[in-house]
């Protein structure tokens, strides 16, 4: 039997011929595409990369232009400082843009050969140098006042600001040629693909014409989607059912869709139960009524504060019960609508965390406040012992010193003064620590009263000056003349934080200045507001210890302390005593530089000052003054200081050109320093003294001059450095107002002003010699410097051990004045003193004066010995001239009263 077969159908072959027909077109389709947009994305690419190197040539001309401003801008503005600092940013930003402008012309793949760009580029640099060298003559001039030379700088710095515009534009416009020829390459290549255009339409039409056997597979394939799409409908049902959380689906009237079984093992209710309800039910009041209402305002408006989000709320379970959920809510779009998707965390076991947590801070809290007891008895404990350790320096120091005032070798007397400089060093540490513990303790009360601010400043510059001669490190003072002369501050603690801060400089400083400087923050009718700074030019601070410099026992390095001693308690006692007084402290410094510490008081002002007397200050107006010294801090405080009483002062810090200009213009009075490296202001006297033997001049020095030297020289006038801001004018005015031809120092002024100087401590000579005196101290050291110290002037004295042989003395014999120690056995001062008072009072007798000597001089320490009956305090270690100064008191008021 013949085989059967049946023969495939024409429109098989022709439907496997068009399918590779659709084939090679679109292969032949993909191709040309490819290659079209290859051609545009290059074009696109290259022309962006033109464009960022045409904007790299043309912000190098911005910045070109940003280069040359500050030259011109200074004539405007006069502030050289400024400018300068503009100039300098400016030219490291074009320094380094004109670097990457080579390195792009280098670097690109559209510049076949780069050469004519750079050789224009380093043209423009040479042109950038020559500017920067004009540039640097405009500043130099002009802060000379050479503004003439300045405006001819500029003008050439123009003219190179010109030439380098000039080669920035050539650059751009050779970068345009490179553009035109790069994209006209792009075009003809584009332009053969046109032949190519029909075969492509033709490709496209047989396309459209196979495309209508499309329509079978793409039945077929919408009907494969709708079976994928029914799958993963049941894969995220299985999720949604299986999730731990809580979940519920709503649409947007809040009726629930759909809910998993966790909602019933989380909230209790059953799916079932949840579906078709409104989902408000699981929420507590009062948002339980607002819901529906926070549904509609999201679907209309679209504006959600919880969509897309997650917050904290309450959910309500079937028992009742309040739980804490984290909720979400995303939104969804079904074919039936609007839905939204809720998932509910239960967050009960994290809050009871929080709430655990919350309970631990509060037990770190009272730690905290138990640590701080802690410390408060620590700093009391520390006082305590500060007293206890004074009580022994006060024997060690008293003893030294009536050592010191007897016979001794020239050996002995410097062991003598090794023992008093130890001494001294050992209860500033004392003193420091003390402090210390009295602000750590609370216990540090200020004595606010009024203050010649200017006079407490100027007092410390020139104790400051007059150590600083040692290494020969320049004072300077400057007081703003717009700080009143009296405030109300506590002068003491004022005074303990400048020294603190001088000191250290003065410490860490071995040449060129210390400048103490009191500028106005702000002030009115009642209060002020002044900042006072120590700068100095010593070693410096590094930046990695600035953060630490005012805590306690705080210092750079431990080599801080071999090299220059101290605890490092300074700073931090002055942190805290500033900001006692209504301010802080700050610092900054530069390593190898020197540092700047500045703080500001905050306080009252008084209310009379007439109640402190300040000499007038004299009118300098109309005075024409020049004003000579190498040091910029100096001169520029000095000139202030002239300035402010009305005189026009010509400054120079260069001597070798007072002569050229005094020779141009007149001057009334030459004013000078004398420690000046060119030229010291001796020679540099003579020499204006020649020429100009009528001159007033006027010599300022931080060292003391010999007389002989000042008037051969011919110096007219003569005052140390620091000078007070009043005396540097009345001596101006006073020698360009008197024809004397005497030398004239401050002695003089004071005495031509009639200015009374305040009489000096009471000497041991002074003190009456028919004083008796009960001196009450259990210490048998401290009793035999008391002794030793008095003994020489009054007519007796009589020891008591403790309070209780004091009440007893008293009893038995006259006395003119007791000496009571505090801490004493058996009876301590405190009642014995009480004691005393009351025999008095019982038996009718006048008061005694009663001076307590006491190693506590806090300022309840002192309350606590007048509240006692006491009648003065002096604190220990005791000075002589001190005592005997309470003492001589004690007397004339008995001379008085008798």
């Known amino acids: 039997m013949d085989k059967f077969t049946v023969s495939k159908p024409k429109w098989f072959y022709a439907y496997f011929a068009l399918a590779l027909f659709d084939i090679i077109t679109v292969s032949v389709s993909l191709y040309l595409n490819k290659q079209i947009i290859g051609i545009y994305l290059d074009t696109v690419d290259n022309n962006k990369q033109w464009a960022e190197l045409k904007t790299q040539v043309a912000n190098l001309g911005e910045k070109a232009l940003e280069v040359n401003g500050p030259g011109n801008n200074v004539f405007e503005s006069l502030d050289v400082n400024a400018e300068q600092r503009h100039y300098i940013q400016a030219k490291s930003v074009f320094t380094e843009y004109i670097e990457l402008v080579a390195s792009e012309f280098n670097s690109s793949q559209l510049i076949v050969s780069p050469d004519v760009l750079l050789t224009e580029l380093n043209t423009a640099n040479d042109n950038f140098l020559l500017l920067d060298e004009q540039v640097g003559l405009v500043f130099r001039y002009f802060a000379e006042g050479e503004v003439d030379k300045a405006a001819l700088s500029m003008s050439n710095m123009d003219r190179h600001y010109a030439n380098l515009a000039a080669n920035i534009a050539s650059m751009a416009h050779h970068l345009r040629e490179l553009q035109i020829v790069d994209l006209e390459s792009d075009l003809e290549t584009a332009e053969s693909l046109k032949l190519l255009e029909w075969f492509i339409a033709a490709l496209i039409l047989i396309m459209v014409v196979g495309a209508t056997f499309y329509g079978n597979v793409l039945i077929r394939q919408i009907k494969r989607e709708e079976e994928k799409k029914l799958k993963s409908e049941i894969e995220l049902k299985s999720v949604f059912s299986a999730a731990i959380d809580p979940m519920v689906i709503i649409d947007d009237k809040g009726i629930i869709t759909s809910a998993n079984d966790a ?331 020197g540092s700047i510490f500045t703080f500001n008081i905050t306080g009252d002002l008084v209310s009379d000052e007439e109640s402190i007397v300040t000499a007038p200050k004299p009118d300098l107006t109309g005075l024409n003054l020049l004003l000579v010294d190498d040091n910029k801090v100096g001169l520029k405080t000095y000139g202030q200081i002239l300035t402010s009483a009305g005189a026009k002062v010509a400054l120079s810090l260069t001597p070798g050109a007072v002569l050229d200009l005094l020779s141009k213009k007149h001057f009334d009075a030459l004013i000078t320093d004398y420690m000046m490296p060119e030229l010291d202001g001796l020679t540099l006297s003579r020499r204006v003294r020649d020429v100009y033997p009528e001159l007033p001049i006027v010599m300022l020095s931080s060292a003391q001059i010999q007389r002989e030297k000042l008037q051969s020289a011919g110096v007219s006038g003569y005052l140390t450095k620091p000078s007070d801001s009043l005396y540097v004018d009345m001596l101006t005015h006073k020698l360009v107002n008197s ?32 004083m008796r005196i009960l001196l009450v101290e259990d210490n048998a050291v401290n009793q035999m410097v008391a002794q030793s110290m008095l003994e020489p002037s009054v007519a007796s004295i009589t020891l008591a051990n403790n309070g209780k042989e004091a009440v007893e003395l008293y009893q038995e014999n006259d006395f003119d004045l007791i000496l009571m120690d505090v801490q004493m056995p058996i009876m301590d001062g405190y009642s014995a003193t009480e004691s005393i008072r009351n025999l008095e009072r019982e038996e009718g007798k006048s008061s005694i004066k009663i001076i307590a000597l006491t190693a506590n001089a806090m300022k309840s320490d002192i309350e606590k010995c007048m509240a006692a009956g006491m009648d003065d305090v002096l604190s220990k270690p005791i000075i002589k001239e001190k005592l005997i100064e309470k003492v001589s008191a004690s007397y004339h008021e008995l001379q008085v009263s008798s």
């Open 263 to 593: 909602v019933e093992r989380v909230l209790g209710y059953s799916p079932e139960f949840c579906v078709g309800k409104n989902v408000a039910f699981m929420t507590p009041e009062p948002h339980r009524s607002l819901h529906d209402s926070y549904i509609e305002s999201y679907v209309k408006t679209r504006q959600a504060k919880i969509v897309g989000s997650s917050r904290e709320v309450l959910a309500m379970r079937k028992d009742g019960y309040q739980l804490p959920i984290l909720l979400s809510i995303s939104e969804m779009s079904l074919p039936d609508g609007l839905h939204f998707i809720g998932t509910m965390h239960d967050i009960s076991a994290r809050k009871e965390e929080e709430e655990r947590l919350k309970k631990h801070s509060i037990e770190l809290e009272k730690a905290k406040n138990e640590a701080d007891r802690a410390n408060a008895m620590k700093s009391e404990f520390l006082a305590n012992m500060s007293h206890e350790i004074r009580t022994p320096m006060n024997g060690i120091m008293g003893v030294n010193r009536l050592l010191s005032e007897s016979s001794l070798t020239p050996e002995q007397s410097r062991y003598c003064d090794i023992i008093k400089s130890s001494s001294e060093s050992l209860l500033t540490i004392l003193n420091d620590i003390l402090d210390l513990s009295k602000i750590e303790a609370d216990k540090l009360d200020l004595e606010l009263i009024s203050t010649n601010f200017h006079s407490l400043l100027e007092e410390i510059a020139e104790l400051l000056s007059v150590k600083c001669n040692e290494k020969a490190i320049e004072v300077v003072l400057s007081i703003s003349s717009d700080i009143p002369p009296v405030i109300v501050t506590d002068p003491v603690r004022l005074r303990q934080i400048i020294n603190n801060l001088t000191n250290n400089a003065y410490k860490f400083t071995e040449t060129g200045s210390i400048t103490l400087q009191a500028e106005l923050n702000a002030i009115n009718e009642q209060n002020y507001d002044i900042e006072i700074s120590v700068a100095d030019t010593g070693v410096g601070i590094d930046e990695s210890a600035l953060g630490s410099i005012f805590e306690k026992f705080s210092q750079e390095d431990a080599s801080i302390t071999r090299n220059f001693g101290g605890t490092g308690l300074g700073l931090a006692i002055s942190q805290k005593l500033a900001m006692l007084l209504g301010g802080n402290i700050s610092v900054s410094s530069e390593k190898g530089k």
């Open 739 to 770: 024809a004397e031809p005497e030398l004239m120092t401050k002695k003089d002024v004071v005495r031509s002003q009639s200015v009374e100087v305040a009489p000096g401590k009471t000497s041991v000579e002074n003190i009456p010699l028919n």
